[in-house]
């Protein structure tokens, strides 16, 4: 009897070592990756302090890249890190709270410059188009885009503000919609009709839906637990019935044309079914079992590494759990390869607000389309994916 309790007593130090020794791995692996976000943030010549680099290559002429002083990935970045940053360890917390610092403290550049709560794409002092696009930006200042409603919600949330600055440009969003008076004109015949909100802040630009977005949209409504209005329920009726027809992925580049890949909106989906009070998007909960099975056929024929962390981060909140499919567990993601990926998060794409029919052929073509890099964020999306499979705290 002695014998077989020593036995036992050895088996169980065994595993307790063992299992310290993986936890002080994977503690060691989320520094690392850390160090290696915030070493980008501070090699950005030619942007401003603290916006993480990135860089926008032509899709016609991939060896045309240029840098992309934008604000969009420093805020996703903020955003995912501040996610998971209590369940860190100390050293962890202190090292996301100078990124953190760091990224935030040139937001202001980006901010309407009338003063108005909405963000750009880029900087507002100083109005561009496409910076370092040579002699495009002759036309910087009459051409310039106006706020969206995409970095909008993703600076705000990335900022904490308060609840009573999230129920203010809420209201302000009602005022940019799809109505009878300016009606959208470039989409699907199913949402022709629906008052769902547009990407864009001007009163000049046309009506403009992109199911990504507004995934985005709903979920910082719903991470602040603010009121709906019944342009968020038509929002959520366009996302909803995109997926019931499998329009999110015969049609990404047409329902989503900024982001335009069904990973990405699959990954946005994931984020809007994981935001805050979930009580209103009970239409999409019950489609999670659905949204599972593409993400594991896509799993099974993705190529690319970040496109497989993007899928793979998804199908957890869709209810998936690890499974040879999944292929998900970072350590059999290649880091370098994640990093310097060359699968777009997001796409400019010129030809997204022509009306159709000319709209969807267009939005094809290569000429048409800039497409986004930012290794700082791809890093994060690894990280994230990491903390969901296995908790760095633990």
């Not at 290696?36 to 943030?41: G, N, R, S």
């Not at 890949?261 to 009970?282: C, D, E, F, W």
């Not at 794409?349 to 029919?357: D, G, H, I, K, Q």
Request: hydrophobic residues 40%; proline residues 5%.
């Amino acid at each position: 009897m002695k014998r077989i309790q020593s036995i036992l007593f050895l088996i169980f130090c065994a595993l307790v070592v063992r299992g310290n020794t993986q936890s002080s791995t994977d503690t060691i692996w989320s520094y690392q990756i850390l160090t290696k976000i915030q070493a980008l943030q501070q090699t950005n010549t030619g942007f401003p302090p603290g916006i993480f680099p990135s860089t926008r290559v032509y899709a016609y002429n991939k060896n045309n890249s240029k840098n992309d002083p934008n604000v969009f990935f420093t805020g996703l970045i903020v955003h995912t890190l501040k996610k998971y940053q209590k369940l860190c360890t100390p050293y962890q917390q202190g090292l996301i709270h100078q990124i953190v610092q760091d990224g935030l403290s040139s937001v202001g550049l980006f901010k309407n410059k009338s003063g108005r709560d909405t963000y750009n794409f880029w900087r507002t002092d100083t109005p561009q188009i496409f910076p370092n696009a040579g002699w495009l930006n002759t036309f910087d200042k009459s051409q310039s885009l106006p706020d969206d409603f995409d970095d909008t919600v993703i600076l705000l949330w990335a900022q904490e503000v308060s609840r009573e600055r999230a129920s203010a440009i809420h209201d302000t969003m009602q005022l940019y919609v799809s109505t009878k008076g300016k009606r959208v004109k470039n989409t699907l015949t199913a949402f022709a009709t629906l008052p769902a909100y547009s990407t864009w802040f001007g009163k000049k630009m046309p009506i403009d839906f992109d199911m990504a977005v507004l995934c985005n949209v709903l979920s910082f409504v719903n991470e602040y637990d603010i009121q709906w209005t019944g342009s968020d329920s038509a929002s959520l009726q366009l996302i909803t019935t995109a997926i019931q027809n499998n329009w999110h992925v015969t049609k990404a580049d047409f329902i989503a044309p900024h982001y335009a890949k069904p990973a990405v909106i699959m990954y946005h989906l994931a984020r809007l079914i994981s935001a805050g009070n979930q009580q209103n998007i009970q239409s999409l909960l019950v489609l999670k079992p659905a949204l599972l099975n593409q993400t594991d056929s896509l799993l099974a024929i993705s190529t690319d590494p970040l496109e497989k962390v993007l899928l793979s981060t998804a199908r957890i909140h869709f209810g998936g759990r690890h499974t040879a499919v999944a292929n998900a567990t970072p350590q059999t993601h290649d880091q370098a390869a994640i990093e310097q990926s060359k699968y777009p998060f997001f796409i400019a794409n010129m030809a997204s607000m022509l009306p159709n029919p000319v709209k969807r052929p267009l939005s094809k073509l290569a000429f048409a389309k800039f497409e986004y890099r930012c290794p700082a964020y791809n890093l994060a999306l690894l990280w994230e994916n990491k903390h969901l499979y296995v908790p760095l705290y633990k």
